[in-house]
């Protein structure tokens, strides 16, 4: 068996509970605040978005959480998601390090985003509520959530960042497909999206403004948010407690943890079942969240209170932000331009347990490139910024001689970001760094709020 | 375990063996002729385009061929690929049929091709072969043989059929992603694409004319092709051994499978390991070859000798035949429109073993749509033919009172096929009927070759 490549578990691997990890965080945590008063927000505040369940499984202190039947019975649909181990790749690199993929783009919508979208497609239908509205921006959340809605028959509303809407059409005929529709944002349809008309481009604050404006004034309608939330990274970590199981399967166990970032719900998902064995076991694997350079959040952010949208609709969350009204360049990589951070995933890196690695759009390309020709995968543009952190650990080994376990949450494929690669092929993909000064203006309109502890 | 979805096999089960369905032919076999001679060809007149190793399979009257361990290395990057029991679209369909589907659609190309252009890769390189030229109608052999090219580091040519090309852009993006190079048929790179500059849509067999030209003139490449021959069929039955055991984990047998067939070889490759253990078992499966009724060669073409490809370069084979110079109309299930058929399955079909259906395309995206909002998977168009058929099958069992076993085989995914999604919401989907004298022209144009016996 030592040239094993899969490591698939049978349906009855299928995690019965999500794997909370509130409850074992450390360091101090920060309550979400009221837009308005300042004031920690307490569940009705968040009852004209979200379904209280949701809601209760967002401040929940349980440390683990029962997954409904009828979720795993969607879950079966393409979970337990592979494990690889990514031997050709390792020719390809000549290193003597072992490295792992767990592959989420075996879901219909091609990436994580199911997991959670599932999820609350039906809590939401157990609340009684029959529309939901959201933002997209590659548009990999946006079709998980119109499958999700369309498979516990509930109506799905998508506002797309509108770069991405022009340079993925075949997302949003994904999304029709399943029922959902589209609108390019923003929008003339709300407020928000009129006072952003001339951010033609949009972004993903613009998105979620407009989305949120729409879920609280009407009363059959839901918010859905495909990051970000204690309540969409709980529901992830069915991946990380497969890939345990799965690197058991093949006798090892990961150093080194690599994901990319945009709103940190797939690092999250991977990550946190094996943060939370560390801190059970006193193991010390290292964690790297790998993020753009042009929307470099926990590397070049600010740690401190911040809204979780453009129009300062949403509370307060304590994060890592490059402003709330900042808007990233019109990076391919589409699902990584988010301002700020899941607030969990900020508390990691804030308290030292996971690193930050800003990547180069280019270097992530090439990576993904030399990724696809060695194991045939063709990756998302997201999963790349993980692969080309990955590479560079691979390297390292070489140099040092040493052979560590390197593991990789490969989000997606890349099937509907064909035009990035037709771009980096044709040369014609810049790579964008935020100047010293740009990032100091994009700083300068956080909101007052308490600071955070150092 | 009732509401099992998945069968998947360890790696340890994927087939060792290729099944060779020749010899146990029924009926009266009749040997490719020479375009010049008439005469029967010998492995010496194929030996210009394949290395001798693909020859020798091409007519091998072994019952089974093993597969090289190189190449069953790289289909476990994806095989054994699942068997889904259909349980939603049961519901969704409200049939007492078990629905059941075998997916190819995991493969790193999205469907059964890489099965073959891994194998012929393989074999070619062991020949010292070092470029592949190839056609491709859809996209998907062309991708499968890039990526195959690419493993077994061989250069790879692609001629793709100009109104694919024109409605496919991110299939060549793939293939290119993988390092092969494309090339919209016609061109005026070859004589057979000069010749035909005219019909700028281009067909599948004016594209193998031109791959073929650039073959049989260089001295270190070779054709390769992606259906029809019985040596691509072969490669393919890894997928129908593969369900028969998945089958028996379920505890069921089918008693109708359906394929689409364009050239025949994913039917083939699900179909044939079924019917060798039909004839020796005696027992009486239903198979059912789902092909578009804008190019309907098993239904309406005409059982005898003629080319394959447009120019008349290819040996005459026995097979239905709407005529070489054929050229379908620009269906959107790209991978259906050639103008013949695999001798085998012609064969199989004119024997009485395999019956034919002709499916409108309209009809096969509304069984699409259906599919993608009960099971999950965007289906690729040529997929959504033998769905369609399954669908009626379905139908009539609830109105019989009847609980078959169908086995669907859903040969790839639609990725990139989702402008003709967008095409067929928007109502801009026609359905491409070949009138009766559309086809006596294009019968009219049959080469004269000895006539196959009725």
């Given at each position: 068996?030592?040239?094993?490549?899969?490591?698939?578990?049978?349906?009855?691997?299928?995690?019965?509970?999500?794997?909370?990890?509130?409850?074992?965080?450390?360091?101090?945590?920060?309550?979400?605040?009221?837009?308005?008063?300042?004031?920690?927000?307490?569940?009705?505040?968040?009852?004209?978005?979200?379904?209280?369940?949701?809601?209760?499984?967002?401040?929940?202190?349980?440390?683990?959480?029962?997954?409904?039947?009828?979720?795993?019975?969607?879950?079966?649909?393409?979970?337990?998601?592979?494990?690889?181990?990514?031997?050709?790749?390792?020719?390809?690199?000549?290193?003597?390090?072992?490295?792992?993929?767990?592959?989420?783009?075996?879901?219909?919508?091609?990436?994580?985003?199911?997991?959670?979208?599932?999820?609350?497609?039906?809590?939401?239908?157990?609340?009684?509520?029959?529309?939901?509205?959201?933002?997209?921006?590659?548009?990999?959340?946006?079709?998980?959530?119109?499958?999700?809605?369309?498979?516990?028959?509930?109506?799905?509303?998508?506002?797309?960042?509108?770069?991405?809407?022009?340079?993925?059409?075949?997302?949003?005929?994904?999304?029709?497909?399943?029922?959902?529709?589209?609108?390019?944002?923003?929008?003339?349809?709300?407020?928000?999206?009129?006072?952003?008309?001339?951010?033609?481009?949009?972004?993903?604050?613009?998105?979620?403004?407009?989305?949120?404006?729409?879920?609280?004034?009407?009363?059959?309608?839901?918010?859905?948010?495909?990051?970000?939330?204690?309540?969409?990274?709980?529901?992830?970590?069915?991946?990380?407690?497969?890939?345990?199981?799965?690197?058991?399967?093949?006798?090892?166990?990961?150093?080194?943890?690599?994901?990319?970032?945009?709103?940190?719900?797939?690092?999250?998902?991977?990550?946190?079942?094996?943060?939370?064995?560390?801190?059970?076991?006193?193991?010390?694997?290292?964690?790297?969240?790998?993020?753009?350079?042009?929307?470099?959040?926990?590397?070049?952010?600010?740690?401190?209170?911040?809204?979780?949208?453009?129009?300062?609709?949403?509370?307060?969350?304590?994060?890592?932000?490059?402003?709330?009204?900042?808007?990233?360049?019109?990076?391919?990589?589409?699902?990584?331009?988010?301002?700020?951070?899941?607030?969990?995933?900020?508390?990691?890196?804030?308290?030292?347990?996971?690193?930050?690695?800003?990547?180069?759009?280019?270097?992530?390309?090439?990576?993904?490139?030399?990724?696809?020709?060695?194991?045939?995968?063709?990756?998302?543009?997201?999963?790349?910024?993980?692969?080309?952190?990955?590479?560079?650990?691979?390297e390292a080994a070489k140099e040092a001689g040493e052979a560590p376990v390197i593991l990789i949450g490969l989000s997606g494929h890349g099937h509907f970001d064909m035009s990035a690669y037709q771009a980096?092929?044709?040369?014609?993909?810049?790579?964008?760094?935020?100047?010293?000064?740009?990032?100091?203006?994009?700083?300068?309109?956080?909101?007052?709020?308490?600071?955070?502890?150092?």
């Amino acid at each position: 068996m030592s040239d094993q490549v899969k490591y698939v578990l049978p349906e009855s691997e299928l995690p019965t509970h999500w794997v909370n990890l509130l409850p074992e965080l450390p360091g101090d945590s920060h309550p979400p605040l009221h837009p308005a008063t300042g004031q920690p927000i307490g569940p009705e505040d968040l009852s004209a978005l979200f379904p209280m369940e949701l809601i209760m499984q967002e401040v929940s202190g349980e440390p683990e959480i029962e997954i409904p039947e009828q979720v795993r019975e969607v879950y079966r649909l393409w979970r337990p998601s592979p494990l690889y181990r990514a031997r050709r790749l390792e020719r390809a690199l000549d290193t003597p390090a072992h490295i792992y993929y767990k592959y989420e783009g075996v879901s219909p919508a091609g990436s994580h985003k199911p997991n959670s979208a599932v999820a609350q497609a039906y809590y939401n239908r157990r609340a009684g509520v029959r529309r939901l509205v959201t933002e997209t921006g590659a548009g990999q959340w946006g079709s998980a959530l119109s499958l999700a809605c369309q498979l516990f028959g509930l109506q799905c509303e998508v506002f797309m960042v509108g770069v991405s809407f022009d340079q993925k059409p075949y997302r949003r005929a994904m999304i029709e497909a399943w029922g959902g529709s589209v609108h390019r944002s923003p929008t003339g349809l709300t407020a928000a999206g009129r006072a952003h008309a001339a951010h033609a481009d949009g972004s993903l604050g613009i998105a979620i403004s407009e989305a949120v404006e729409i879920a609280a004034g009407a009363e059959d309608t839901n918010y859905a948010l495909g990051s970000v939330l204690n309540h969409v990274c709980l529901h992830q970590t069915v991946i990380g407690q497969e890939a345990i199981k799965q690197l058991e399967m093949a006798g090892e166990m990961p150093d080194v943890v690599v994901g990319c970032v945009g709103g940190g719900s797939n690092f999250a998902g991977l990550a946190y079942p094996f943060i939370r064995r560390d801190m059970r076991a006193g193991s010390s694997t290292r964690y790297i969240a790998a993020e753009p350079s042009a929307c470099p959040t926990l590397t070049r952010g600010e740690y401190r209170y911040d809204f979780g949208d453009s129009a300062g609709m949403t509370p307060l969350m304590p994060m890592y932000t490059l402003g709330h009204d900042f808007i990233p360049p019109p990076l391919h990589a589409g699902g990584l331009r988010y301002h700020g951070d899941a607030p969990s995933l900020c508390q990691l890196v804030h308290e030292g347990i996971v690193e930050a690695s800003a990547i180069r759009q280019s270097d992530a390309f090439a990576a993904a490139i030399a990724f696809a020709r060695a194991e045939g995968i063709i990756p998302a543009p997201e999963a790349a910024h993980a692969l080309r952190a990955a590479f560079d650990l691979a390297e390292a080994a070489k140099e040092a001689g040493e052979a560590p376990v390197i593991l990789i949450g490969l989000s997606g494929h890349g099937h509907f970001d064909m035009s990035a690669y037709q771009a980096y092929r044709a040369g014609e993909l810049a790579d964008l760094e935020l100047s010293e000064s740009q990032l100091r203006e994009a700083l300068s309109h956080l909101p007052e709020a308490p600071a955070i502890a150092g």
